[in-house]
């Protein structure tokens, strides 16, 4: 069955191996639906296609089913590159092997989901057309891998491996991450601050606002939502202090000048850091700002791919706002949608967007691979707020504000 969800809070199962292994088939039976084309022909499936599934007790969950990892020729390098871009966002990975068993091709992907730290079982599939799978059951033993027979035709081995692949999951598809709800009580009063630009879709709020107010809701707390210039007057009425107030990184300088000091402020992008990735790690990033050099180039990562607009947050203002914060002649380059930079080593800083579109081990992989090279990353909210001089203030509600 499929279900509507926001891509970003999908749990994501990626089924990967070399042609015919029976990736696809196997999705099927695990799904119970005829959701992925199967055919005998090597190399049916060309690039990652997504299946939405609802994978109880975990709920929305989506499936990808990759082009076989030996594909050959040109157009089979770039098919492999696809699927290994899916594999960067992936929680939950099977590496399919078919009738020849593990092979090289195999043992490859193992090595490169362990380079990852991407959580991985193995699905020995066919097991009704191999007499022995000893050897290779061995082999995931000593490797401390985990590993199972199945028949995706026979249906053999499926509803185990179902139930491993919930057990595998990340906690937090199993325990929510934070968001706000932490930071509220039952019937405590918060103010959103909404404004409304021309990057918002028509007739809607942007997910993050939609996320944190539903949060809000689930604490049963109150949420009250006002543009920019009607905080003063909506503080002065509302008779009792909100426990919270939360802005758009882009007002968030005229916002803190209505907010007092003794009420507690941050922005959703500030929340969505927290949920999405590591605060901490994207606090720290910041303060590279305060080190940069003439001639440095900054890496713009934008989760979504969308049209710009005019005074576009990630690829106008914020540069615009960096490059007055510094005072230097620096360079930005932009990247969006699943698309990330092999050569990281050459940015002397990350400024990554939000991720409303990402789940959270994506942006997490983001974090970690570029601090892992080297690159200092932060994200949209906690650079405005670095440079507009409010970035104590907004994280002060997480109790990092100091460090």
């Known amino acids: 069955m499929s279900v509507k969800a926001p891509k970003g809070v999908r749990l994501v199962i990626t089924l990967t191996g070399r042609r015919n292994a029976g990736k696809s088939s196997l999705i099927n039976a695990i799904c119970g639906e005829e959701i992925a084309i199967v055919s005998e022909m090597p190399g049916t499936t060309t690039d990652p296609v997504a299946r939405h599934h609802e994978l109880l007790p975990l709920g929305p969950v989506t499936f990808y089913d990759t082009a076989g990892l030996d594909d050959e020729g040109a157009l089979g390098e770039l098919r492999i590159q696809a699927a290994r871009k ?6 939950v990975a099977v590496v399919v092997a078919g009738e020849e068993g ?39 033993a000593e490797e401390g891998i ?15 491996l179902k139930e491993a692949l919930i057990a595998m ?19 405590d009063w918060v103010v959103c601050v909404v404004p409304i630009d021309l990057a918002a879709p028509k007739g809607r709020l942007i997910l993050p606002q939609v996320m944190v107010l539903r949060d809000i809701l689930d604490a049963d707390a109150v949420g009250l939502v006002v543009k920019e210039r009607e905080v003063e007057e909506t503080l002065s009425n509302m008779g009792k202090k909100p426990a919270l107030v939360i802005t758009d990184s882009q007002a968030v300088l005229k916002v803190a000048a209505d907010v007092p000091e003794d009420v507690p402020f941050t922005t959703f992008s500030t929340l969505m850091a927290r949920y999405k990735g590591d605060l901490e ?43 007055q914060y510094t005072g ?54 906690v650079a405005i707020s670095k440079v507009q001089g409010l970035l104590d203030r907004v994280i002060r509600p997480f109790g990092l504000a100091g460090e």
Do not use: Q
């Open 281 to 323: 790690a994207l606090v720290e990033g910041a303060d590279m700002l305060d080190k940069l050099t003439d001639g440095d180039t900054i890496l713009m990562g934008e989760a979504c791919s969308h049209h710009e607009v005019a005074d576009d947050i990630g690829r106008v203002k914020i540069p615009r706002w960096i490059t």
């Open 328 to 381: 230097l002649d620096l360079n930005f380059e932009f990247y969006s949608g699943n698309d990330f930079p092999e050569d990281l080593e050459k940015y002397a800083l990350a400024v990554h967007c939000g991720g409303c579109m990402l789940n959270r081990t994506a942006m997490l992989r983001r974090v970690r691979e570029c601090r892992r090279r080297g690159v200092p990353i932060t994200n949209y909210g």
């Open 146 to 160: 985990r590993v199972l027979a199945v028949s995706a035709n026979g249906g053999d081995g499926v509803r185990e």
């Open 86 to 91: 899916v594999l960067f966002r992936t929680d």
């Open 102 to 140: 593990i092979t090289d091709y195999e043992k490859e992907i193992i090595a490169e989901l362990r380079r990852m730290e991407t959580t991985f079982l193995v699905a020995l599939n066919k097991r009704d057309l191999r007499d022995d799978t000893d050897a290779d059951i061995r082999w995931c």
């Open 169 to 187: 999951a990340p906690g937090e598809f199993r325990e929510e991450p934070l968001l706000v709800r932490d930071l509220v009580n039952e019937g």
